[in-house]
């Protein structure tokens, strides 16, 4: 198994019993939060991470915790805090679980040195060798706690030495301190993603691989639901969008208060992407990701089904984020939506299960929404800095349904020859491509795919530049996509 497998599969989440009553929503902003880091020191091995990196790594230098939560805010939150000495002669830890894997509540209330009455968080660090035990572990807020000092409520975090150390803090943030802190923030959930594998969509837990909330491969900020939620974007940065036109979206990763960093779309019909799953969309989240500050630099590798590591190249764009508002009575959940939903070409099915990977929607492409006569194109990208966005209310109707909708048009733009993926083999009557005036361009029956259904080809190399519909029948169905021809 490869690093990342195992960091996958050895991090775990502390469910907290705490009541989900104080709700998640608009939870005030935060401000500087003061945190006790207390190492506890199992091993004396005498390779204990020094009290300066740990110190560089969560207050000081450039790549700091701090640093991070500040840029993430947009400055409306922030750590202070201290680095206590390690803690030696502990009993040992054994086994899995929280309770075996950190140290007990009974132990970390008692230490004459922690002022308890001043801090609202506590920071567990952990050099032990002991297996099975997960990267992180965090109270989704503050906990209830009697300690030496009187009784307080603090968040409680835990980290494991191999998770947090060796990291060059000049360089990069340890991104699983990052996670957990803003699960102590009051962050519940993960931020999941929706990918196609073998034809079906598929929730993948943990799964946006632009958030740090989610896989965070290859950005670190959260996304722009959880940072309204955090009250890190407010109404001010927030646009909701109902009428058909063209709207700016700035980088999400720049601090512009006032200027649009999320457009949000209450959909008219729920989209329900795969109706085996209990996740229905809402409403839907549109973020710029510039890759600017923080995520200018995030690791970009991405796992392969067969254990290899594939490199993306500046992955940014428009984001499209479902908000499931119904899982959960509380609060809305994130989902990124893959707008390629096929494996990448030149990478194929090793691309699987990761493809999220390409979830961003591009420049002069076009992302239709199911159940709703909604597309959203991107029009212009300025990049790094802002992207333009058309938001057509009126798109023509498509009568979608399930199998219909695991059609995929590609090259598109196209020159000579477009293909359309029907990786369920659904029976076609018709396909026909009409010019936006609604003139009928062309027209190709079942006699010339039927042989080839999975992959249907279709020659364009006579069609002029510009935008076309391509309205694919079957016996009781049909839907509708747009196509663009470029010679
Ligand atoms: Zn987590």
Not at 3 to 24: A, C, E, H, P
Request: glycine fraction near 6%; aromatic fraction near 10%; proline fraction near 5%.
């Amino acid at each position: 198994m490869n690093k990342v497998t195992i960091f996958l599969l050895l991090t775990f989440f502390f469910y907290t019993l705490f009541s989900l009553s104080q709700g998640f929503v608009n939870n005030p902003v935060l401000g500087t939060q003061e945190v006790a880091v207390v190492p506890f020191d199992y091993l004396q091995d005498g390779n204990e991470q020094s009290l300066t990196d740990i110190d560089n790594g969560f207050f000081t230098s450039s790549f700091s915790i701090k640093s991070f939560i500040e840029e993430i805010s947009y400055g409306k939150a922030s750590l202070n805090g201290i680095v206590y000495p390690y803690r030696t002669n502990q009993p040992p830890l054994f086994g899995t679980g929280y309770t075996n894997c950190y140290p007990l509540d009974q132990d970390i209330v008692n230490q004459p040195d922690v002022d308890y009455s001043i801090i609202d968080g506590i920071v567990l660090l952990v050099h032990s060798n002991t297996t099975g035990c997960g990267a992180g572990v965090s109270s989704f807020e503050k906990l209830p706690f009697t300690t030496i000092d009187g009784d307080f409520n603090f968040r409680r975090s835990g980290f494991r030495t191999s998770f947090y150390f060796p990291h060059d803090f000049s360089k990069i943030t340890s991104s699983t301190v990052a996670h957990e802190i803003i699960h102590s923030f009051g962050v519940p959930y993960h931020s999941n993603a929706y990918i196609k594998s073998n034809g079906q969509w598929t929730l993948q837990g943990y799964g946006n691989l632009f958030d740090i909330m989610g896989l965070r491969s290859q950005a670190s900020h959260p996304c722009s639901l959880v940072k309204q939620q955090k009250g890190w974007l407010t109404d001010n940065e927030i646009e909701n969008v109902s009428t058909t036109g063209t709207y700016r979206i700035h980088a999400l990763e720049k601090t512009l208060p006032g200027q649009t960093q999320s457009i949000v779309i209450d959909l008219p019909n729920d989209l329900d992407i795969q109706p085996n799953d209990p996740t229905i969309f809402s409403k839907l989240y549109l973020e710029y990701r510039g890759l600017t500050g923080f995520d200018s630099r995030t690791n970009r590798n991405v796992p392969l089904s067969d254990g290899t590591m594939h490199t993306i190249q500046d992955p940014h764009g428009l984001l499209i984020i479902g908000a499931d508002c119904q899982t959960n009575n509380d609060y809305c959940v994130p989902v990124l939506v893959d707008t390629h939903p096929e494996p990448m070409g030149n990478i194929g099915t090793n691309y699987e299960p990761h493809e999220a990977s390409d979830a961003q929607l591009n420049l002069d492409e076009t992302y239709f929404v199911g159940n709703n006569s909604i597309s959203i194109e991107v029009v212009n990208v300025v990049e790094g800095d802002y992207i333009d966005v058309f938001i057509d209310f009126s798109t023509l109707s498509t009568n979608e349904n399930s199998e219909l909708g695991q059609l995929n048009i590609y090259p598109n733009p196209a020159s000579d020859k477009v293909t359309i993926a029907n990786p369920l083999n659904t029976s076609l009557e018709e396909i026909s491509i009409y010019d936006l005036s609604g003139k009928k361009i062309k027209t190709i029956t079942r006699e010339a795919f039927d042989s080839s259904l999975s992959q249907i080809s279709v020659d364009v190399s006579d069609m002029t530049n510009g935008t076309y519909l391509i309205q694919i029948n079957s016996k009781e169905h049909s839907t509708t996509k747009k196509l663009v021809i470029s010679q």
